[in-house]
């Protein structure tokens, strides 16, 4: 293991740090609506992030721990294709996949007593923290999904479950998602806090981003979702002030208004570069005889071209698509620090009010099965439709409960209630903005710690660092 930079901070004894991830906050949400931020806010100070494209939670979490940027760490999207397992492998959970030295790594070496609590920020499994919680359901083979989570220790697992029931997966992500997901992750963190006693703790709540993309940053239902992730916020500056403890708010990125869905696989396809195969009357990509295709992730799209001399086509044919704001080659990435062996041949950035879809069939018809349930690892792309339940479904909670009695019974069943109308997302993010009213950002409790009206997300590692040992 490397010892400590020379711009580490050089004393060791630590003062407790509470780092909350409230994903989507940016500074106009803080005001009569969030009092315990807001009261954070003047008691400390609040800074805008710059941060990394892609703009998404894997991404922008891996530099937060690493203080690297994404061709170091290899995080480039939430998913990419993996071509030795000719693959494309979306919101995975291995720990190993980030390269570089956490922040919990770097503070161990500065003092060996030091511990740190992962609440949920991604890659959370196989990983060097202490004490950790993040979501892993358990998948009989009859093709149920049970709601559970994994823990370090594991015997975490089944105190946290007794105490609280089992994680709300459900309420987690889908159609279903609410504010009760965002309370058990803030109680299972405060059980943790008391009881293991972590020197750093990092939590993740991830409900107003949902509402965000569901809503789109200017609807007035989002004062409801502000106030309660206010008021789990409050609940943990208040324990983490009771223990003299320092606190950091952050957010990853912030949500724009969209209303221009990208269909780019759909475009390669009719242009013959995307195949598919038939299986049992359905159409599944056929990654091995395509000749590109696009892995898409909110408003960034890795596009995967098999010859190379098929290149400059794809970039023309991309290029002219109504929503695209730029396409990088491997050259152009290296000033977006995206130039990593999982990156596409050529990555794709929406303009502002666009997002990319992953749909790739020309009739919904022959859509996979999979593209009208909740399916976060098998579908090719980041799918925000699975916010939203399919409002062409007559009697929504009837057709609901006889598909559930169906499993309860000993069939398969899809749940497939997800509607395939991309028109409903109204929120997406992924490139980065000018405006400092689309910024991420971050507070501190103390008022000697943010030097900048703006620190870049590389910075966050050595702030979090700051906040323990000086």
């Known amino acids: 293991m490397s010892h400590p930079s020379p711009h580490l901070p050089k004393n060791t004894v630590m003062r407790r740090t509470l780092v909350i991830n409230v994903v989507g906050l940016t500074e106009p949400i803080i005001g009569e609506n969030t009092p315990n931020l807001h009261k954070l806010r003047t008691a400390g100070q609040l800074s805008y992030i710059e941060t990394i494209t892609p703009a998404v939670t894997c991404s922008v979490q891996a530099t937060f721990l690493t203080g690297e940027m994404p061709d170091q760490h290899g995080i480039v999207a939430n998913g990419w294709f993996d071509q030795q397992y000719n693959e494309i492998w979306f919101w995975r959970q291995s720990n190993r996949l980030i390269k570089g030295e956490k922040v919990w790594e770097t503070a161990k070496q500065i003092n060996a007593e030091f511990s740190c609590a992962n609440m949920f920020w991604w890659y959370n499994m196989a990983t060097t923290a202490d004490f950790t919680v993040t979501p892993r359901p358990m998948y009989p083979a009859d093709g149920r999904k049970i709601p559970d989570c994994h823990t370090k220790p594991a015997e975490l697992r089944d105190v946290l479950t007794e105490k609280f029931g089992s994680f709300p997966l459900f309420n987690f992500w889908g159609p279903n998602t609410s504010i009760n997901s965002s309370r058990w992750i803030t109680e299972a963190s405060k059980y943790v806090w008391q009881t293991n006693h972590p020197t750093l703790m990092l939590v993740y709540l991830p409900h107003l981003d949902y509402s965000l993309q569901r809503l789109g940053p200017q609807h007035p239902e ?87 001399a098929d290149i400059p086509a794809v970039r023309r044919l991309v290029e002219s698509m109504d929503g695209v704001e730029r396409i990088l080659s491997r050259e152009d990435s290296e000033q977006y620090s995206l130039n990593n062996s999982r990156s596409g041949n050529l990555i794709a950035l929406a303009k502002p009010d666009a997002w990319f879809t992953y749909y790739y069939w020309l009739d919904d018809r022959r859509a996979p099965d999979y593209a009208r349930t909740v399916d976060i690892h098998r579908k090719p792309g980041f799918d925000p439709a699975e916010l939203f339940f399919d409002p062409t479904i007559r009697i929504l909670p009837l057709s609901i409960m006889w598909k559930l009695l169906k499993r309860k019974l000993g069939f398969r069943q899809l749940l497939d209630v997800i509607p395939l109308m991309p028109e409903l997302v109204k929120g997406s993010h992924g490139i980065v903005h000018n405006d400092k009213k689309y910024s991420p950002i971050v507070i501190s409790s103390e008022r ?11 910075a966050i590692k050595k702030l979090i660092l700051d906040h323990i040992f000086a």
């Open 448 to 458: 000697n710690r943010l030097f900048n009206p703006t620190i870049h997300a590389t």
């Open 222 to 308: 989002l004062i409801k979702d502000i106030k309660l992730v206010d008021k789990l916020c409050g609940e943990l500056i208040d324990m983490a002030l009771n223990d003299e403890a320092r606190i950091i708010v952050l957010s990853e990125y912030a949500i724009t208004p969209v209303t221009k869905p990208i269909h780019i696989n759909r475009l390669l396809r009719e242009n013959g570069f995307l195949q598919t195969r038939d299986e049992l009357g359905l159409e599944q990509l056929d990654l091995s005889n395509s000749r590109a295709f696009a892995v898409s992730d909110h408003q960034i799209a890795h596009i995967y071209v098999h010859n190379h």
